[in-house]
Nanobody
């Protein structure tokens, strides 16, 4: 069974950079959507990025587009979230999540469904990012 473990959360100053990792194990498929979500205390969990291994399609929330990039390293079976130019609004617990896709699920990350936490079956436990001076 697929399992995900996030790491890399830390305290960082505004304008700084951070890389989060999501290590996957137990994968039985080559076809997944891998998404990043974040949730601050008292707020709704928000989808911020999505990457599909089917066709490489991606999606980024407006709040992070141009600053965050998600990539996959097949050799390490790890997903990364590169966070640049962070602001205090980025302070959240960050989660990675995965949903198994079919080979024909092209552009899956572009669909509204990809932004909904309820669509993802497998979740990591989260890693905390705090942005402060």
């Amino acid at each position: 069974q697929l399992q995900l473990v996030e790491s890399g959360g830390a305290s960082v100053q505004p304008g700084g950079s951070l890389i989060l990792s999501c290590a996957a194990s137990g994968s039985t498929s080559d076809y997944y959507a891998i998404a990043w979500f974040r949730q601050a205390p008292g707020k709704e969990r928000q989808g911020i990025a999505c990457f599909s291994t089917v066709d490489g399609s991606t999606w980024y929330a407006d709040s992070v587009r141009g600053r965050f990039t998600t990539t996959r390293d097949n050799a390490k079976d790890t997903i990364y979230l590169q966070m640049n130019g962070v602001t205090t609004e980025d302070s959240s617990t960050y989660y990675c999540a995965a949903e198994e896709l079919r080979p024909g699920n092209v552009a899956w990350c572009s669909g509204l469904i990809a932004r909904l936490s309820g669509e993802y079956e497998v979740w990591g436990r989260g890693t905390l990012v705090t942005v402060s001076s």
